[in-house]
């Protein structure tokens, strides 16, 4: 159920008015929507809002809205106290200039806004259910495609927690190795320091206890672990944010960090290396996510 922040979605729906509505989203750490409505319809525009807000959740959302109808009455409007007035100043010219014939209707007729020619629209209770219908559609295929590009982005996320979860075996594996390797290697310097002497191997041991309980990461590997199999469950989990993903990544990486700081082992900080890159690509595709 994870959904990318990018997509494209249209719908269109026919009755009495055409309605087409186009929607472009892109990533945003919040949800913005921008709608595009033709100035008659303005009125509409936070219907149109708060239907996105219940489906979807973050992104920018770019909404055009287009109309077209070819079977409204029409209703033409006469302005006669203007057509009253272009008479009165046409007769007076036509004295003035001597002009012999009557200000005759046709000539009236061709002054300028004597008509307006007005579409009758349905009311807002009757254009809503048809352009929620358009929308509906438009958002249902935004959703589609935006699943798809989740889909393919949590495959990516997925087999780099998994190159993770490898990396931290591959610790577990080296930190057991690394206590005999220093108990080895103190014993040889000991020896190269005091030859012809005793080893004193209570020292040694005590010696090898407090490096060992210095390095201990046996519990930023569990909380690691964790954490994955948490990542992991979010991948087929309802409601799951980029952001939620996110705060997971980070306490992750916070996790490795101090896995280094503990660590002298070059090893250990090459895994530790390994696990921050793939940390990284893992926290620029969540960038993507709704």
Same mark, same amino acid.
């Given at each position: 159920? @994870? ?5 494209? &979605?249209? &719908?269109?729906? !026919? ?13 945003? #750490?919040? $949800? ?27 992104? #920018? ?5 287009? !109309?077209?109808?070819?079977? $409204?009455?029409?209703? @033409?409007?006469? %302005? ?7 008479? +009165? ?72 927690? %998994?190159?993770?979860?490898? *990396? ?7 930190? %057991? ?7 080895? +290697? ?6 190269? @320091?005091?030859?012809? $002497? ?15 309980? *210095?390095? %201990? ?36 990486? *916070? ?36």
């Amino acid at each position: 159920m @994870i959904r990318s922040m990018t997509g494209y &979605g249209r &719908g269109k729906s !026919c009755g009495k008015i055409t309605w087409e509505v186009e929607l472009k989203s892109i990533n945003h #750490r919040f $949800l913005e929507i921008y709608v595009k409505l033709p100035r008659q319809w303005f009125f509409l525009e936070e219907k149109i809002r708060n239907y996105i807000r219940e489906r979807i959740s973050r992104g #920018r959302i770019d909404v055009f809205v287009n !109309c077209s109808s070819e079977t $409204l009455p029409v209703d @033409i409007k006469i %302005d006669k106290q203007a057509a009253a007035s272009y008479y +009165k100043k046409l007769v007076e010219l036509k004295e003035e200039v001597g002009f012999e014939g009557p200000v005759t209707l046709s000539l009236l007729s061709v002054m300028p806004d004597l008509f307006v020619v007005e579409q009758q629209f349905p009311e807002e209770e009757e254009l809503w259910p048809e352009l929620k219908k358009a929308l509906e559609e438009a958002v249902d295929n935004l959703i589609e495609m935006r699943t798809k590009e989740g889909n393919n982005l949590w495959r990516d996320i997925s087999s780099r927690l %998994d190159v993770i979860m490898e *990396r931290v075996r591959n610790i577990k594996i080296r930190s %057991d190795v690394m206590i005999e390797e220093y108990r080895k +290697k103190l014993q040889q310097k000991v020896k190269k @320091i005091k030859e012809g $002497l005793e080893l004193n191997e209570e020292r040694l041991e005590a010696e090898v206890v407090i490096f060992a309980e *210095r390095s %201990d990461i046996s519990e930023e590997l569990v909380r690691i672990e964790s954490h994955i199999a948490q990542f992991k469950n979010m991948g087929d989990a309802e409601g799951v944010s980029g952001k939620k993903m996110d705060f997971l990544a980070q306490e992750i990486f *916070r996790e490795a960090n101090t896995i280094a700081s503990k660590s002298a082992d070059y090893n250990i900080t090459r895994e530790v290396i390994e696990i921050k890159s793939e940390l990284e690509k893992i926290r620029e595709q969540l960038q993507n996510i709704e």
